[in-house]
């Protein structure tokens, strides 16, 4: 198809070549020169349409890759994007899962803490306890006013731990950070640090969390929340998405409290994380 246009062409100008001659014998000078220009323009203005429908066609050609190049651009792009969305939607379900089991866990505890099954080994939550009997067996012979100091240390924590269950967890916050400040040798101050830590996670503030169940352990390690607070820290850095830390810190939930329902949700976790 490309070689029967030149042909044409050579034809054409061959045409025009006997044309002239003919022209020549049948005319004069003039008129044959005449004429033999004529159709040299006309050879001119057919070649340069020529050329100028291959030059079209050739940018045809160029511009139709160029749009192959983008559309397959466009189809790896839209396959990434693809991969991003299924990733982040299988992260997020996972959150939501993690967050569904902290959940349930917690609403377990506070199940078993308000039928009595979990009574606080050192210090008593008015809201887990009828009273706070222990806390005033190590003190019988305090002055007048040590009652009234106790109820109002009382009433304080079961306020704040009030707001906590009822899910108000920056009030929540707010009022056991305010507790502990005022009352840091209160029988209540390590429940106060664990709610408080709890309140932080379950807004999202997991290094402040650390940080106050980090002190539960450390001011009260044989309280009876130690070994949660310790499994709250590891669930706080697998958020954090420090996965060797929350490992190291479930082993040493493992080795310091082996018998506790959170070593053993602890020894789960290992599971999972490994």
Known sequence: MKHAKPLRLTAL?????????SAHALFGDDDAR?????????????????NKLVEDNEQMRRSMLDLQTQIETL?????QSRGIQEQASRELEDLRRRQQE???GMEDRLRKMESGDATPASGTDGAEAADDASARSQAPQQASAEPDRSAAERKEYDAAFAAFRSGDYRNAQTRLARFVKKYPQSSYAPSA???LGNAQYATRDYKEAITNFRSL??????????????????????ELKDTRAARATLNQLVKAYPRSEAAQAGRERLTRLR
């Open 34 to 50: 005449r004429a033999i220009l004529d159709l040299r323009q006309r050879l001119d203005t057919a070649i340069t349409a020529q």
């Open 193 to 195: 640090l664990f709610w």
């Open 102 to 104: 902290a959940a349930q």
């Open 13 to 21: 100008a061959l045409a025009l070549a006997a044309a002239s001659f």
């Open 75 to 79: 189809r790896n792009e839209l396959a």
């Open 217 to 238: 352990l450390s001011s009260a390690p044989k309280h009876d929340k130690a070994p949660e607070a310790l499994l709250s820290i590891a669930n706080c850095q697998i």
